[in-house]
């Protein structure tokens, strides 16, 4: 009884020092986005901002476009979510009505492009956002990342699909409905966890997405707030304002934060599934 | 009884048009571009290389050393993660509280944007203001502040820190999952049968992580093969080269010298890199099974 108790403390210490490590930098970058220019540089350093202001934050939205780089990837991947969900739903219903032998090979393909390192897309995908004169147009976000993000989707997707029992479409084939009214009245509803689970994660990728939006948005007011807050220090050419770009790493953690918090659950179930299938 | 047949290919189609359009016809141009000439240097005018560009790479210095940064990059983070994420995952599954609490904060590491990874560690890494030099200097770890992001080994040393800082999480949840899908009935025959804990570990936990184990490995090796925005945004590769990945050195080759054959060419030596891999870990796992 004494042991399994030596066991539990070691167990809680030891997870209670990897969530200090891993939100620790976080903190200490919140904390000095609030303090003054002064007090940010100061050695030895300040841990509470002594006069905590907002004008870090202020000269990102004021001065700086950050309300335009924040509804960029707002928008950019928001499309590219719903874009990514519609065509792979519909892929996915397709899929796993498939022979098995088919199926499996389709299947095993999607994989193989999903794992494909995104450098081998990047030119020649610029070649074309050039050619079709969408630089620095949104479009040349959604459709790229709607399309990296869909083997992974179709993949999440297929697999819960499946589980559903094929006799309420039988069912509802009998009651006269068609295939896509079957499909969006029986099936989609069913579906609704796991739409929501790949959702968010496709969400989170696509707000994460660095290479292609550096190469793809070459103009400030184009800018995703990733390649925004990332490039930041780039703009200043000696001292380096380091209240300014904490400021801009917590205004683009903060919804992904948000969007922990709340789901949790789904997200752990979205990155489980669909590795282990 | 089959009354329900395959539906019209139709419902494929949009998805089959995305996946032409942004990866296939992509990676077949880029397969394309591989043995032709084409970029600043013949004035934007396509010629057919041949195995020219290939030949190049067997010569190149700078993609020999990008390779190798690559492959210790990949080797040491990846054994790091598995082993911090198997120990947490292993710490995890005996908490009685305050699991949930931990996942959610765990978790927060791995949503964020690796880019913006990057500007947050170059701060606390930065030799004169960096939290980190003042920290080990206070405690007297440190007799003068290291350059961590200006010399070689320390910046390579700190880009594999900043992505185990990011990755356990991941692999931590996947090891997790397996854990809690072992019957606890098992662990309970064990310890009628006068088994410790290493027993329990050998004979129970260990063979049922197994798969879990594969596919966390599997996923980190291809992923940190293809590292790019951490790189990129914490030392640019830097200093003279010292962290620069196969990603980055085909990027600047692509975006920098303008050079889009050579950058293609770099970026399907990386595919055929992950292809021996993918195809070597497949055998050992059949080899396992």
Redesign the interface.
């Known amino acids: 009884m004494k042991r399994r108790g030596i ?2 403390t ?3 210490t ?2 209670a020092v ?2 200090v ?3 620790a ?2 903190v ?2 919140g904390l000095s986005s609030l303090k003054t220019a002064s007090e940010v ?1 100061r ?3 300040t841990i509470v901002p002594e006069s905590p202001t907002l004008s870090n934050y202020e000269e990102l939205f004021v001065r700086r476009p950050f309300g335009l780089y924040f509804l960029n990837s707002f928008v950019i991947a928001s499309l590219a979510t719903l874009l990514c969900l ?3 739903s ?2 996915a ?3 796993i ?3 098995s032998r088919l199926r499996t090979i389709l299947a095993s393909g ?1 994989l193989v ?1 999903g ?11 610029y ?2 956002v050039q050619k079709a004169g969408a630089m620095n147009h949104p479009w040349a976000l959604i ?2 990342y ?3 993000n ?2 992974l989707t ?1 993949w999440l997707l297929a697999g819960y699909l499946q589980k559903i029992p ?1 006799e309420l ?2 069912a509802a ?1 009998i009651d006269g409905m068609t ?1 896509f009214q079957t499909f969006r009245l029986i099936l989609l509803p069913l579906a609704a966890p796991a739409l929501a689970t790949t959702g968010i994660l496709v969400f ?1 990728f696509c ?5 292609f939006a550096l ?1 793809f948005m070459n103009l400030d007011s184009a800018r995703t707030i ?2 925004g ?2 490039t ?2 780039g703009a200043f050419a000696y001292q ?1 304002p ?1 209240g300014l ?2 400021a ?2 917590v205004i ?2 903060l919804p ?2 948000v ?3 709340l789901f ?1 659950r789904r ?2 179930e979205g ?2 599934a669909g ?2 299938k | 009884m089959k009354t329900i047949r395959t539906p019209s290919v139709l419902w494929a189609l949009p998805a089959a048009i995305l996946i032409a359009g942004v990866l296939v016809y992509p990676a077949l141009r880029a397969l394309l571009l591989s043995f032709s000439h084409y970029g600043l240097s013949t004035a934007f005018e396509t010629r057919f290389a041949g195995i020219d560009n290939f030949r190049r790479l067997l010569g190149d210095s700078r993609f020999h050393s990008s390779f190798a940064v690559t492959a210790l990059f990949v080797a040491v983070s990846v054994v790091l993660e598995f082993f911090l994420g198997l120990g947490l995952a292993l710490a995890a599954s005996r908490l009685i509280r305050g699991q949930k609490i931990a996942r959610t904060l765990l978790l927060i590491p791995w949503t964020l944007p690796t880019a913006v990874t990057g500007v947050l560690w170059a701060w606390i890494l930065n030799d004169q203001f960096g939290i980190l030099n003042y920290v080990l200097a206070k405690a007297g770890v440190l007799d003068q502040p290291i350059a961590w992001l200006a010399q070689p080994a320390p910046a390579l040393a700190s880009v594999i820190a900043v992505d185990v800082w990011k990755t356990v999480p991941f692999v931590f949840l996947i090891l997790l999952a397996g854990l809690q899908s072992i019957p606890s009935e098992l662990y309970e025959a064990i310890a009628v049968d006068g088994g410790g804990a290493w027993a329990a570990f050998r004979y129970v936990t260990w063979p049922h992580l197994v798969p879990f184990a594969f596919i966390a490995l599997i996923f980190r090796i291809i992923q940190a093969f293809a590292i790019f925005d951490l790189v990129y945004v914490l030392t640019g590769g830097g200093p003279g080269g010292a962290t620069e990945t196969i990603s980055v050195y085909a990027y600047q080759t692509t975006m920098r010298y303008l050079d889009f054959s050579y950058g293609a060419t770099i970026a399907v030596a990386l595919v055929a890199v992950l292809a021996v891999i993918a195809v070597t870990l497949r055998l050992v796992l059949r080899e396992a099974e």
């Open positions: 066991g539990a070691i167990a809680s030891v997870v990897f969530c490590v891993a939100i930098p976080l200490w970058h540089s050695i030895p350093p519609a065509v792979g519909l892929a219903y397709w899929l009505r498939l022979p999607l492009l794992f494909f390192p995104p450098i081998v897309f990047l030119f020649p995908l070649e074309l459709l790229p709607a399309g990296l869909l083997p179709i094929r479409e039988e084939s295939e989170i707000w994460n997405e660095f290479m190469t990733t390649v807050s990332a930041l220090s380096l380091w770009l904490a801009g790493v683009t953690a992904l934060i969007v922990v918090m949790q997200i752990v990155l489980t590795s282990l």
